[in-house]
Nanobody, 128 residues
Framework: QVQLVESGGGVVQAGGSLRLSCAAS????????MAWFRQGAGKEREFVAA????????YYADAVKGRFIISRDNAKNTVYLQMNRLKPEDTAVYYC?????????????????????WGKGTLVTVSS
């Protein structure tokens, strides 16, 4: 059983930054691919970013590429999402998730279908 707990959400003005953290408990964290997703009010869940076990090949949705950075610290069992130059349209509940199987959907818009564990989410609100 893997437990994922997000933190770091809050309210920020447009153009500002936030850093989200996702702390994992359970075995073999360094073997998991990890990802961030988000869901805005009245919208479907969307893929944000993903990172493999080594952290060497991150993937980003076009909407956040160049602004967000995903990283992981396997020694701390934690994955991060650094969000810069935030826009009001980034407002959403952000979820981290773990892919234990190494799905071929990694880094695609359908990657959410492959995730094995989800956190409860943390709310990010970007004001204009």
């Amino acid at each position: 059983q893997v437990q994922l707990v997000e933190s770091g959400g809050g309210v920020v003005q447009a153009g500002g930054s936030l850093r989200l953290s996702c702390a994992a408990s359970g075995p073999a964290f360094s073997c998991y691919s990890m990802a961030w997703f988000r869901q805005g009010a009245g919208k479907e869940r969307e893929f944000v970013a993903a990172i493999n076990w080594s952290g060497a090949n991150p993937y980003y949705a076009d909407a956040v590429k160049g602004r967000f950075i995903i990283s992981r610290d396997n020694a701390k069992n934690t994955v991060y999402l650094q969000m810069n130059r935030l826009k009001p349209e980034d407002t959403a509940v952000y979820y981290c998730a773990a892919d234990l199987k190494g799905s071929p959907l990694f880094g695609t818009t359908r990657y959410g279908d492959a995730m094995d564990y989800w956190g409860k989410g943390t709310l990010v609100t970007v004001s204009s």
